[in-house]
Nanobody, 122 residues
Framework: QVQLVESGGGLVQAGGSLRLSCAAS????????MNWYRQAPGKQRELVAA???????NYADSVKGRFTISRDNAKNTVSLQMNSLKPEDTAVYYC????????????????WGQGTQVTVSS
């Protein structure tokens, strides 16, 4: 079994910072892309930031210059440093990873964390 566990959410004032972390564990053979999504109330889940296994990154326009995604391949972790937070960043943030595990060696599957709440007050 593969699990993704997020940590680091919370309440912060506008202009503040938070760091989200996500650790993947289980019978992992390889992790390809690792991503952060978010979903605000009444809105669709959206991709916030993505990072490939080689370290290439991609960001939503709304967070460019404020958020930084990084990963530690040795520890199977991905982080999201969020600076200059705005009230519109309030959402549940989800870690997502494309993983090859021993139970499905030839098929990369999408795994999701349970989500962590980020609330930015004005």
């Amino acid at each position: 079994q593969v699990q993704l566990v997020e940590s680091g959410g919370g309440l912060v004032q506008a202009g503040g910072s938070l760091r989200l972390s996500c650790a993947a564990s289980g019978s992992i053979v390889r992790i390809d892309a690792m991503n952060w999504y978010r979903q605000a109330p009444g809105k669709q889940r959206e991709l916030v930031a993505a990072i490939t296994s080689s370290g290439a990154t991609n960001y939503a326009d709304s967070v460019k210059g404020r958020f930084t995604i990084s990963r530690d391949n040795a520890k199977n972790t991905v982080s999201l440093q969020m600076n200059s937070l705005k009230p519109e960043d309030t959402a549940v943030y989800y870690c997502n990873a494309v993983i090859v595990a021993t139970t499905h060696l030839f098929v990369p599957l999408n795994y999701w964390g349970q989500g962590t709440q980020v609330t930015v007050s004005s």
